[in-house]
């Protein structure tokens, strides 16, 4: 009974590995303004917390589920509206944000600072 159980666990592992399978999704984010890459954007599959930001030049990867064409990419970052795109099979995709002012508008920063003299 031992032998068949110590069998049998892996192809457990297996089965869940053939079922979790993932394909990775690439693109970039661009001001759609000037064609700038947006740095620190944010993209996230909408429903989950499945996400990473954007490199130094725009760039992102991503892995996204490889089943299921109902999966939304979520692309937002501070200063521009954010934008969904809905994936089906790409494996790369192209986003453009528009700035947005009023956003910009709403964020305040503050700063303290706490010296003491000493004697």
Do not use: H, Y
Request: glycine content about 8%.
């Amino acid at each position: 009974m031992r032998k068949i159980l110590l069998m049998m666990l892996p192809l457990f592992f297996i089965g869940n590995i053939i079922w979790a399978q993932n394909r990775p999704l690439t693109g970039t984010v661009k001001n759609s303004e000037n064609g700038a890459a947006i740095v620190g954007a944010s993209v996230v599959i909408k429903g989950t917390t499945k996400g990473t930001v954007t490199n130094n030049d725009g760039k992102f990867t991503l892995d996204v589920p490889a089943k299921g064409n109902n999966n939304v990419l979520v692309i937002s970052s501070l200063g521009f509206t954010s934008t969904e795109i809905k994936l089906t099979n790409q494996t790369s995709i192209a986003a453009t944000l528009t700035s947005d002012s009023k956003q910009l508008e709403d964020a305040v920063v503050i700063g303290m600072v706490q010296l003491r003299k000493k004697i």
